[in-house]
Structure formats: structure tokens, C-alpha cells
């Protein structure tokens, strides 16, 4: 499936970049500790800009969804989910990514993030994350 690539900016090319290898991280302000996503430029709590990528485990539960309808990207087949995810690491983080489960998603269950590699519209390759059951979960 061809997709549209993000526009990575100065507060996330990095997190872009650990996608691509798998990895998933959150930033953390250096003054106060406060873990945020999607990344930012500076601290919602103390409005300090200093802050690092802290690699967190790439699970969390499902906290809602949607049927998508529209198609946004070419090439995938609508509709789709999307799932809306509270990280286990950090519980004040909400991430979006695709549904993989072999099922709809139940509100409260328990998800780990899969990586999709895919093609941007110019051929370029794209990793995304996804969402699907955490095995022997229901």
C-alpha cells in the first residue's frame, strides 16, 4: 500500500527514526521528569526545552477506536480502525495507530505495537506503528 510520509519536524524526526528501527520512545523533560507524546518543543508542566527520548515498552490498552471510512491514503482499502492507546508506561499518553488484531478491539484490552513497513507515494519506505492483541489476551 502506497502512503502519504509524515513531515518530520525538529521534535519528532528522531522518534521517526527510532520507528524505522523498531523502537518506541516518548520524550521526558529533563527538569521535572515529564513523560509526553506526541513530541513537543517544550514542557507542558514547567515550560523548559531541555528534554531527552526515553524508550519505553510499546504496549499499553485500548482506550477507544474508530471505523474509518474515508480514504486519506491511496492504495489502503477502507474502512480501517484506528485505536486510541494509553501507554502502560506512561498512562498520561494517548498514541493512534492502525488495528492488527484478527477481531475488533475491546475497550481495556491489552495491546502491543507492531511495525508496518510500507511504501510512501514516491517509493520511498515508510515504517508505521500498529496496534494489535497482546498474545493470549481477550
Do not use: K
Not at 62 to 80: C, D, K, R, T
Not at 112 to 124: E, F, I, L, W
Request: aromatic letters at 10%; one cysteine or more; proline letters at 10%.
Amino acid at each position: 500500500m502506497a502512503a502519504y510520509p509524515p513531515e518530520p519536524d525538529r521534535d519528532s524526526a528522531e522518534w521517526w527514526e527510532r520507528v524505522g528501527r523498531h523502537e518506541f520512545a516518548v520524550q521526558e523533560c529533563d527538569t521535572c521528569g515529564l513523560a509526553r507524546f506526541p513530541a513537543r518543543a517544550f514542557c507542558a508542566a514547567c515550560r523548559t526545552e531541555a528534554w531527552h527520548w526515553r524508550e519505553v515498552e510499546p504496549e499499553g490498552s485500548v482506550e477507544s477506536w474508530i471505523v474509518n471510512h474515508q480514504p486519506f491514503m491511496p492504495g489502503l482499502p477502507v474502512p480501517y480502525l484506528v485505536v486510541m492507546i494509553r501507554l502502560a508506561a506512561v498512562p498520561d499518553c494517548l498514541v493512534y495507530g492502525g488495528w492488527r488484531g484478527p477481531r475488533p478491539p475491546e475497550r481495556g484490552e491489552r495491546v502491543r505495537a507492531t511495525y508496518t513497513a510500507t511504501c510512501t507515494a514516491a517509493g520511498d519506505r515508510l515504517t508505521l506503528v500498529d496496534w494489535g492483541p497482546e498474545s493470549g489476551s481477550r
